[in-house]
């Protein structure tokens, strides 16, 4: 089992940007884990909107994000980022990493954007866009 911690959430105008953090302990995500962010806003469902296979960096991503959200890792840190370019309102939520160790690209290609399979989460990030 894994402990993740999120980080870099806060209040930003519309425009703005920031990037999350999801900290990963006593772990390394250098295997062949599969590494998602979602979101969830009261009234609304629970959303994946990116992962990453952290044994290749392949990416995936909501089509309601592409172009704005970008995922990345950094094994030495055992950290995924989320950065997430011009914040709409519609973005404000609290954002959740969630990971499924030892997935395999195979699971994570077909089930890396549904939020069944993913046995450990964070406690989750609050981001909140004004305009």
């Known amino acids: 089992q894994v402990r993740l911690v999120e980080s870099g959430g806060g209040s930003v105008e519309v425009g703005g940007s920031l990037t999350l953090s999801c900290v990963a302990s006593?772990?390394?995500?250098?295997?062949?884990?599969?590494v998602a962010w979602f979101r969830h806003s009261p009234g609304k469902e629970r959303e994946a909107v990116a992962r990453i296979y952290t044994g290749s960096g392949d990416t995936d991503y909501a089509d309601s994000v592409k172009g704005r959200f970008t995922i990345s890792q950094d094994n030495a840190k055992s950290t995924v980022y989320l950065r997430i370019n011009n914040l709409t309102p519609e973005d404000t939520a609290m954002y959740f990493c969630?990971?499924?160790?030892?997935?395999?690209?195979?699971?994570?290609?077909?089930?890396?954007?549904?939020?069944?399979?993913?046995?450990?989460w964070g406690q989750g990030t609050q981001v909140t866009v004004s305009s």
């Open positions: 006593p772990y390394a995500f250098d295997r062949p884990d599969c």
């Open positions: 969630a990971a499924n160790l030892r997935a395999g690209m195979s699971w994570c290609s077909v089930y890396g954007l549904s939020p069944f399979g993913y046995k450990d």
